[in-house]
């Protein structure tokens, strides 16, 4: 058992067999690239046949080599009990328990992966990647104290691993110490400023000392503890066991969660030699590209992706947000519209569509799909907002306001909501719609939270409606000084409409201008795979 000081639990280890391994069945691998279907085959065949010909040691190497192999395809329950034979032949190697710990870490077993990471640190009693494993099994486990306990000593054996240090101010905040768990994880930040996880734990542990203003600025950043990894020869080693399309990918990926886009490229591009007829391999690359700023190399590769698989919705979907961004809504919506027609249950590109029909006065065309965003995410605020001012811009004004009055209750810490209703309430061109003395109290309860040019104008709306015009005239004035001293002179300038119709002691019947923003809703940034 390894042992740490403070650990008072044991992790059992499963128990093995005195009688010499069986070869287990091979897994159902019909679903893998032919390349990578023919490797496994040509391992597996060789493993057999070396069941009597060879000494126990290489026997040990076969079954470990076919557990590595399955282990970097991430069939990690396939990979088990290759690795348990390997571990079973050669004792004292600690490669075995390691992979182990990996197959089953992988296969959601934190469990057994912590029996094996303890039986690695028998064997090696200072491999720092294993102490990190060990420590995230342990928190997995809810045993925070062993994990401490391990990742401390990690940390002063490698003081540089921004890995060790994440860990260890995780486990910090699972133990309640969280001023250490800042300490900790600010030490990690300091190794590593980009890394989004180690942001979004230091966000959670000063959420749990009251510092709501650090608190949000590092929870803006968020990404799971998964991808926070440290340092780790014997698994960066698995890809290159298979040189592989499947392979290449795997490293496309990982660099791309890293940040790293040359090197993602790289990789896409060599997994796209390897497997030409693969359309997510181009579509992975086409993505690279995209955030690498290559914009012609990703629409070359979007447009390869789709000709290689036709129907694969994402596919379509990330082809259109290259359109749209440059700016061609034509071709947006028909790669949006394809990305919907292969996969009606794609939510984001449902989403798509729906704003740039709009945006292009489609607007009874992009109702439906917004629906069925909601019918498939009821959360998407988005979407609600969205669907409330294609309502405004059909002129249908009753059904506008019950459905943003409906929305408030539906999603109470959405603000835009109650705004738009105020402005409906105070604006609105039926009279039967317009209630001036309720949009003016969810306006001034608004202005206690925020205080914004288009909030105050609202404002000023409601006291038009009430005959208040005076009183109009300032807060408009308002709005507009506090539009150009934060750099909005062009929303100043649309002000001066309703500033000379509160001087002319006239109420606004229009509740947003034809041109106003709100009614174009730009694309948003999308850097997933």
């Avoid at 995230?136 to 391990?150: C, S, T």
């Avoid at 990918?249 to 890293?258: N, P, S, Y």
């Avoid at 209703?421 to 719609?433: F, G, K, W």
Wanted: aromatic fraction near 8%.
């Amino acid at each position: 058992m390894f042992v740490v000081s403070g650990c008072q639990q044991k992790t059992d280890v499963p128990p093995k067999s005195s009688q010499q391994p069986s070869v287990p069945p091979l897994p159902d691998i019909s679903g893998l690239a032919q390349e990578v279907q023919q490797q496994i085959r040509s391992d597996y065949a060789a493993l057999k046949q070396k069941q009597s010909s060879v000494s126990t040691s290489e026997r040990g190497e076969a079954y470990g080599s076919m557990g590595r192999r399955l282990l970097a395809i991430d069939y990690s329950d396939a990979a088990q009990p290759f690795l348990e034979s390997a571990r079973s032949l050669m004792p004292n190697d600690m490669r075995w328990p390691y992979y182990l710990g990996h197959a089953y870490r992988r296969a959601g077993d934190p469990t057994h992966a912590a029996a094996a990471f303890e039986s690695t640190l028998r064997l090696k009693a200072d491999d720092v990647p294993s102490m990190i494993w060990l420590g995230d099994a342990y928190l997995a486990l809810g045993r925070p104290g062993d994990a401490e306990a391990v990742l401390a000593r990690a940390v002063m054996l490698d003081p540089r691993s921004m890995a060790a240090w994440f860990q260890r101010g995780r486990a910090a905040e699972a133990l309640g110490q969280h001023q250490r768990a800042i300490e900790y994880l600010t030490h990690a930040l300091q190794l590593d400023s980009k890394a989004d996880a180690v942001h979004y734990q230091l966000g959670l542990a000063y959420r749990s000392v009251g510092n709501l203003k650090q608190a949000e600025a590092h929870l803006r950043h968020r990404a799971d503890a998964e991808s926070v990894a440290p340092a780790d020869p014997l698994m960066q080693a698995l890809p290159a066991l298979s040189e592989s399309s499947a392979s290449y990918v795997v490293r496309g990926v990982e660099a791309m969660d890293r940040r790293d886009w040359k090197t993602a490229v790289a990789n896409f591009r060599t997994a796209a030699v390897l497997a030409p007829a693969d359309g997510t391999i181009q579509l992975n690359l086409g993505t690279s590209l995209y955030l690498a700023g290559d914009r012609a190399g990703a629409r070359e590769a979007f447009a390869a992706a789709i000709q290689r698989s036709p129907r694969l919705p994402k596919a379509h979907y990330t082809f259109g947000l290259l359109e749209e961004d440059e700016g061609h809504d034509a071709a947006a919506i028909e790669r949006f519209t394809a990305a919907v027609t292969g996969d009606p249950n794609y939510a984001e590109a449902h989403a798509s569509l729906a704003d740039a029909l709009r945006r292009n006065g489609r607007v009874e065309e992009a109702l439906p799909h917004y629906a069925t965003v909601l019918a498939i995410d009821p959360a998407a605020a988005q979407a609600r907002f969205g669907y409330a001012m294609g309502l405004v811009r059909l002129g249908r004004w009753t059904d506008a306001r019950d459905w943003l009055a409906e929305s408030i209750k539906l999603y109470p810490g959405q603000l835009g909501f109650p705004h738009a209703l105020a402005r409906i309430l105070a604006a609105s061109p039926d009279a039967a719609v317009r209630n001036g003395r309720e949009a003016l109290r969810i306006a001034q309860q608004l202005l206690q939270t925020q205080r914004s040019p288009a909030l105050l104008e609202t404002a000023a709306m409601a006291q038009a409606e009430l005959g208040r015009y005076d009183e109009a005239l300032a807060t408009q004035w308002q709005a507009m000084t506090l539009a150009r001293s934060v750099g909005q002179q062009p929303l100043a300038d649309r002000m001066q409409t309703n500033l000379r119709r509160y001087q002319q002691r006239q109420p606004c019947r229009v509740p947003w201008a034809p041109d106003d923003p709100v009614f174009f809703p730009r694309p948003q940034a999308d850097s997933s795979r």
